[in-house]
């Protein structure tokens, strides 16, 4: 373990279940663990279903704005380097697949949601917008998606009531698009999203190493939830939280 320990140059956590306590913020212990790996050249970083833009809004919110070096955001579709002052983002979900994609659950009780640049959008607003809005600490927008669509955007989210998930994954399993290629992750007990299949948060992480002359090798990871299993997998050390 030491010898394995000693080749990481970057620990890496996802945010919900993991980095943050149950009152959303990170716990002084954590805090202080985060500013001495960073003291012995540790990059820090954050890997997380939420977009990037929001993850830095709300460093300071969670108690360690200036410790984050990295974010991988979106679940992977988007990198924001703090250390180097780069932003990258890849693979965004063409308007036309969203709208089948929205089609194909027309029927259900759910709600859909685009997290884009600090912000989330839905097309109208119920109290599951209002309810991730206030969980996530994100503000929300309600706007025609006619025009929202317009442009590509890097996913989109499927809310629902925790009992109604295992009806939305079923439903999952139906959709085709012969055009497009993209793939479904339940990511917490209310949301299930779309994104393309290129993405994960593998995918961010190895791209962000490169910028540092890393590999993925070189990296710990901290997840608990389903959109945290590839990494786990894939980084030098992953670590599956116990309510993982």
Not at 39 to 44: P, R
């Amino acid at each position: 373990m030491m010898e394995r320990t000693d080749r990481i140059k970057a620990v890496i956590c996802d945010v919900d279940g993991t980095l943050l306590t149950s009152q959303g913020v990170v716990s002084p212990i954590t805090g202080a663990a985060i500013k001495n790996l960073r003291s012995q050249g540790i990059l820090f970083g954050i890997a997380t279903g939420r977009d990037a833009k929001s993850v830095v809004d709300l460093l300071g919110e969670w108690g360690i704005e200036g410790q984050a070096d990295i974010i991988i955001g979106s679940g992977g579709a988007e990198i924001r380097d703090l250390a180097l002052g780069i932003q990258r983002s890849s693979f965004p979900l063409e308007g036309s697949l969203i709208w089948e994609i929205m089609d194909h659950y027309q029927d259900m009780d759910v709600t859909f949601v685009v997290p884009y640049e600090g912000v989330l959008y839905a097309p109208k607003e119920d109290e599951r917008v209002k309810n991730l809005s206030r969980i996530d600490k994100i503000p929300y927008k309600i706007v025609d998606f006619g025009e929202f669509l317009k442009t590509p955007r890097p996913k989109v989210m499927i809310v629902c009531q925790p009992e109604y998930m295992d009806a939305v994954i079923e439903r999952s399993k139906t959709f085709r698009n012969d055009q497009y290629k993209c793939a479904a992750l339940r990511t917490a007990s209310i949301l299930c999203e779309y994104m393309d299949p290129r993405i994960s948060k593998t995918q961010g992480l190895a791209e962000a190493a490169k910028l540092h002359g890393f590999s993925m090798e070189n990296i710990c990871t901290f997840g608990d939830a389903d959109n945290d299993w590839d990494m786990t997998q894939n980084a030098g050390i992953g670590v599956a939280m116990a309510n993982g």
